[in-house]
């Protein structure tokens, strides 16, 4: 069975190098009780006014994680790529004391598979997915860009040139570039879902939504 986490439950951040002080940044502004760990006690020190609880400690050490009360969180992330070792350490500690949900940074698909193997529930590659949305970003008219794993992507972008001016149906998005605009915002006013009778206009930004090389061409139509 697969055990329930309230929404609201504590998260355990241990590495507060960028990734790890922007993750637990952003769940304390979400309202969320973060406990933040690392080993350096300036980092500890510079977060500890920003973070609910910061502890200075030596997170390999299975017995340091014990006194923090580890194993009584359902939610840790593991965000140290600086050293993998301790990384995998680390997160095999977690394991060990039976944190239900483990998310870990990885900065290699290799470190990425032993953190799998390990018992990491969800592996982040943050520099490989960013420049991977990067590239989708610079190379046409989107502003953002998320892909599902099975090749399927929404997107939030301008309209490309072809279809500006004139209504969804007219412009023929569906048939011809085999992607679909689910909704449109108009500067001023409210977001709507589009229909065949929506028209789109120079200042749009629409969401579409398709296959990612579908969505790539679309976007590089000008
Ligand atoms: P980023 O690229 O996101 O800045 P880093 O891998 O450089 O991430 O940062 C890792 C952070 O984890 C550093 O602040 C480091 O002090 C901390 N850290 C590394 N090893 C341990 C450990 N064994 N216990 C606790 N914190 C650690």
Redesign the pocket.
Known sequence: MVERIPHDAPVLV???????AATAGQLQRLDREVLG????AH?VQKWSDRITHTVQ????SLEALRQLGAGEFSIAVV?????VE?SVL?TANLVDLGVPQIWA?AVSQSHGKILSRIGANHVIYPEAEAGVRVAHLVSGRMIDFIEFDDDFAIVKMYPPKPIRGMTLAESGVRKKYGITVVGVKSPGKEFTYATAETAISDHDVIIASGKTRALDRFAALG
């Open positions: 241990i590495g507060l190098g960028r990734f790890g760990v690392d080993e350096d980092l400690a030596d997170a390999t965000a140290i790529g600086s050293s301790a680390i940074k």
